[in-house]
């Protein structure tokens, strides 16, 4: 798609949707009336045909697994119907996966190549599950869930994640596993990321409901509003956590106060946000630090993420701001919310 042709979609969405009326109702009826309740049930249907593939793989002899943990948009609360996907974490056992530390970087990838083999027999069997993709970290397919959108059947997209548990390998040290995976090579430290999902998925689904809420929103503006390359969820939920946080983590406030605030900072993050960490010492954090590029927001669970490299590309930066500018600048609720936050510190009703 060329430039011009680009701008052009991105106007024409910015411009039919609930952020553009004058009318704060308008924006949180929608939420209201369409993200949450049909969320709501979107959800209920996912976790039940999640659950098949679950027990499925509990089940199934050939795969020597502990748990499996439900991380993405469904395990920590944030799911939004029919734009969410899920991934399932299968924490495998010896002699099945062993840790990296112990295998290595090679080793693991032999083991884990046969465990993504017997994953995917598995998934052939499974009723509802179209398009199966064995890749190298994960497998991936898509899972029919009960109901229909505007009269198609409903899906969601699934990946597959078999891990070893690596921080055991660490004496259940994570700081000495973190120290390890800084003295890896990029590739190397993929394979230790999916053991720390439970983390990963504790400190969003922890948060608020109405923080929550406000990441569910800004999802539905990404998914309209942003390539498909831009709309992953990790990066938009800890921007909103942050922002939420650096308006001093209200109890409550106006949806559209907190989407303006979010969706206003999207051209700026090179330049108006310092590097943003939780969960890790100072000394951890710098250490990370000093082999970044800005914007730096670190993974709550692992100080060795910067999970807004992916802002780092100069197509991805324009992308960013042309959308933010346009729905900023087409909106009157989005003005008019403008013109009060300057006198305000917060979001407070």
Not at 190 to 210: H, I
């Amino acid at each position: 798609m060329g430039r011009k042709a680009k701008i052009e979609q991105i106007r024409q969405m910015t411009r039919s949707h609930p952020w553009n009326s004058s009318d704060p109702k308008d924006l949180q009826q929608y939420f209201d009336s369409d993200i949450q309740t049909g969320t709501s049930k979107f959800d209920k249907a996912c976790r039940a045909a999640i659950d098949k593939v679950v027990t499925s793989i509990q089940n199934d002899p050939s795969i020597l697994n502990s748990k499996v943990v439900k991380g993405g948009s469904l395990g920590k609360g944030t799911m939004v119907k029919d734009i969410s996907d899920t991934d399932l974490v299968v924490f495998m056992n010896e002699p099945a996966l062993g840790p990296v530390a112990k295998s290595g970087p090679n080793g693991y990838q032999e083991q884990l190549d046969e465990v993504l083999k017997r994953l995917e027999a598995n998934a052939k069997k499974l009723a509802g599950v179209t398009n199966i993709k064995r890749k190298k970290y994960l497998l991936s397919f898509t899972i029919q869930v009960r109901g229909r959108s505007q009269g198609l059947p409903r899906s969601v997209d699934v990946d597959l994640v078999p891990t070893a548990d690596n921080i055991s390998s660490f004496s259940g040290d994570s700081s000495h596993m973190f120290n390890k995976m800084q003295q890896s090579s990029p590739g190397a430290r993929e394979y230790y990321s999916p053991s720390l999902v439970e983390d990963q998925r504790e400190f969003v689904k922890k948060q608020p409901t109405a923080v929550k809420s406000l990441i569910r929103m800004v999802k539905v503006w990404a998914d309209q509003c942003l390539p498909e390359s831009l709309r992953k969820s990790y990066p938009l939920e800890l921007l909103t956590i942050h922002m939420w946080e650096r308006a001093g983590s209200p109890k409550s406030f106006k949806l559209e106060r907190g989407f303006r605030c979010v969706i206003a900072i999207l051209p700026y993050l090179h330049n108006q946000l310092k590097p943003v960490y939780w969960n890790h010492s100072k000394n951890q954090a710098r250490t990370a630090i000093r082999a970044m590029t800005n914007p730096i927001v670190l993974d709550p669970a692992n100080p060795t993420n910067n999970v807004f490299k992916l802002y780092h590309d100069p197509v991805n930066k324009k992308d960013l701001a042309r959308a933010s500018s346009m729905t900023l600048g087409d909106s009157t609720l989005m003005r008019t919310v403008g013109q009060v936050q300057r006198d305000r510190t917060n979001w407070d009703d």
